[in-house]
């Protein structure tokens, strides 16, 4: 119970700060020698974060279904994602168990991440159609654990010049559909560990969601004082220890 207790409150920290919740939650499974179902405890604990976002931005989730273009632009970021998750799950899903792959998925992160100390901030509010297409494959990518979505994702955004807050609330909106269709994508993977570890698993996602609710607060107070590229030290000091210590 507890390690699903660490895992929840892993998964809500770091899924909405840009250094790979699917990384750290690979290298604590295996430092806990959890090596079963890791594909279904990650989706499970990731449908807890995919709640916090939606009780989070349900004013902006409100105000998007009320716009066609955002819904349409969301849309396109989600058939771009599911595209390449699709064509690529078997090979993406190697990444789930090597703990040395995530630390050098750490460490692409960190540097995409220092990269954003060299942009000028943006200031542009309004998403367009090849916003929308360039995030659907960095998102896609971002399914390789140690690859942080929110990371490449705002960065992307922010290398094509659009406004900080602009680029946060926009990616985690296009988040929303990916994570619950990983979910449906995992359903029979979920059905079966529900079977063995209903209770721990229950408890996990409700750490997840209520660290994640927490951590948005946080994020969101910090936000105009916040610096992506500091995460990128995180994630390349993270990457080096993992290679270094973890097998």
Do not use: W
Not at 111 to 116: D, G, M, P
Not at 162 to 171: C, I, L
Not at 181 to 204: H, M, N, P, S, W
Not at 208 to 218: E, P
């Amino acid at each position: 119970m507890l390690k699903y207790v660490l895992l929840g409150i892993i998964q809500g920290v770091t899924e909405f700060f840009p250094v790979s919740s699917s990384a750290h939650l690979v290298i604590l499974q295996r430092v806990l020698g959890m090596s079963e179902n890791q594909v279904a405890v990650s989706v499970v604990l990731h449908l807890g974060t995919a709640l916090a976002v939606g009780v989070f931005f349900l004013p902006e989730v409100l105000k998007a279904l009320r716009d066609i273009k955002i819904v349409g632009l969301i849309a396109a970021v989600t058939v771009i994602t599911g595209i390449i998750g699709f064509s690529g799950k078997d090979f993406l899903e190697q990444f789930f168990s090597p703990p040395r792959k995530a630390a050098v998925a750490l460490l692409c992160t960190g540097a995409i991440l220092l990269l954003t100390k060299k942009i000028k901030e943006g200031k542009r509010e309004k998403i367009n159609l090849k916003d929308a297409l360039v995030l659907g494959v960095s998102q896609g990518i971002a399914i390789i654990p140690g690859i942080s979505r929110s990371g490449i994702t705002i960065s992307t955004l922010l290398f094509r010049k659009v406004g900080r807050v602009k680029a946060f609330n926009f990616s985690f909106l296009a988040a929303l559909p990916v994570i619950f269709g990983a979910v449906l994508l995992e359903a029979k993977e979920i059905g079966g560990i529900f079977q063995k570890d209903t209770l721990a698993l229950i408890v996990g996602f409700f750490c997840s969601f209520v660290s994640g609710l927490i951590a948005l607060y946080v994020l969101k107070m910090a936000l105009h004082k916040a610096k992506f590229h500091y995460f990128g030290y995180y994630c390349v000091l993270a990457g080096i220890l993992t290679l270094v210590f973890v097998y």
